[in-house]
């Protein structure tokens, strides 16, 4: 299957924004699932790019607790922070899960 890497760059995009969020229904959660992990040969080959994407999803799971920490104790609402990183960490397993061979070499 022969596919421009930019092209699958910006669709890797799109659907990590879909698998992300929250408000999506349970079908189109699974269906970018499906398609991000069916990615594994891309990953593999840009290693870079996947572990920047991982990063990322890191960078946001620590955005997302100290959030939670400055609202916990400020007021009541930490239920919608913990809300959040929910989808993040979801994408994070997604996408490290086709990588997880590579990532051991």
């Not at 990953?43 to 959030?67: I, K, N, P």
Request: hydrophobic share 45%; charged share 15%; net charge negative.
């Amino acid at each position: 299957m022969y596919i421009r890497w930019w092209c699958l760059q910006d669709t890797v995009d799109i659907l990590v924004g879909w698998h992300i969020d929250s408000t999506q229904k349970d079908k189109v959660i699974e269906h970018t699932a499906t398609a991000l992990i069916g990615f594994q040969e891309f990953w593999s080959a840009d290693l870079s790019f996947s572990v920047t994407l991982l990063g990322q999803f890191l960078e946001d799971m620590e955005a997302y607790v100290e959030v939670y920490c400055i609202v916990f104790v400020t007021s009541p609402q930490y239920c919608n922070v913990l809300l959040g990183i929910g989808p993040v960490k979801r994408s994070f397993a997604v996408i490290s899960l086709p990588l997880s061979g590579d990532l051991a070499k």
